[in-house]
């Protein structure tokens, strides 16, 4: 297991796609696995390392930000939910305060659909039971990382609009007010704030947050639901602070696009 440089410089422009270069793609993935787990951890170790990861295995929260303090290169942290005195979701919001933005994958053994929803809507990019196994999380860690997750060289903060986006920290304003988004959701509005005033598709926002092709929810056009259901999410969070919010607007039957400026 190697300890790398973070290399903080590595930034891309508003997202035109959401994939990664080449070049990015080969390098090797460093993973922060933290699970109070000794024996598991040290066997996930093993195994990630044998699947081409490059891995640090630590047994709480408090190594954890040790180890991101001490600038070490991390690239994606795999947690637990369970760990001594504190789930692992309690400390996603020390991360973004933190303004670390590298993507957590929850891996656990307690896999409740409360559990999954509550790191989902804490920030989390996944959620996976350890029954699965390490081969899938594998996976799931490459899809996430060939998808990449945009961000805004230069200025920490863009405006359009009534809407502040910070992409160093996902977080948006509307109105001076923080709308509360995941990285999922902030994800999707900077995606469709990027393209403002064109028609965006639902295969196009579902790319966005996982990758080209994917498929999820019943039949091939599945996603189209978690799509809704999502943007569903977006419009209330802007609504609980502006009632009047209607940036979002729905094309039927083929997505929506977030209104041009002065429209």
């Keep these: 297991m190697t300890d790398m440089a973070m290399d903080s410089a590595a930034v891309l422009n508003w997202p035109t796609g959401c994939a990664k270069d080449k070049a990015s793609r080969q390098e090797t993935v460093e993973l ?35 180890h991101l303090d001490s600038g070490n290169r991390v690239d994606v942290i795999v947690l637990d939910w369970k760990m001594p005195g504190r789930r692992g979701v309690d400390f996603l919001t020390p991360l973004r305060e933190r303004r670390i933005s590298v993507p957590v994958i929850f891996f656990t053994g307690v896999p409740a659909t409360a559990h999954e929803s509550a790191a989902l809507d804490g920030g989390a990019i996944d959620f996976v039971d350890k029954a699965r ?3 899938i999380l594998a996976k799931r860690i490459r899809r996430i990382m060939e998808a990449g997750i945009p961000r805004k060289e230069a200025a920490d903060e863009l405006r359009y609009g009534a809407l502040s986006l910070r992409p160093s920290i996902r977080r ?3 109105r001076g007010a923080d709308v509360n988004l995941t990285v ?16 965006v598709t639902y295969r196009a926002i579902y790319d966005c947050v996982h990758c080209a092709g994917f498929v999820a929810g019943s039949g091939d056009e599945g996603y189209r639901t978690n799509v809704r259901s999502t943007v569903k999410r977006i419009r209330n ?4 602070l502006d009632a ?8 039927a039957a083929f997505g929506y696009r977030w209104r041009p400026a002065g429209a």
């Design 32 to 66: 922060l696995l933290v699970d109070d787990d000794h024996e598991f951890r040290a066997a996930a170790c093993m195994e990630l390392e044998d699947l081409g990861f490059g891995v640090t295995g630590i047994p709480d929260g408090e190594a954890m930000f040790n």
């Design 133 to 135: 196994g390490l081969p």
């Design 172 to 174: 948006a304003a509307w």
């Design 184 to 199: 999922t959701e902030y994800n999707i509005v900077e995606f469709m704030v990027s393209h403002a005033g064109d028609h």
């Design 237 to 240: 969070k802007f609504r609980a």
């Design 244 to 251: 009047d919010f209607s940036e979002i607007q729905n094309f």
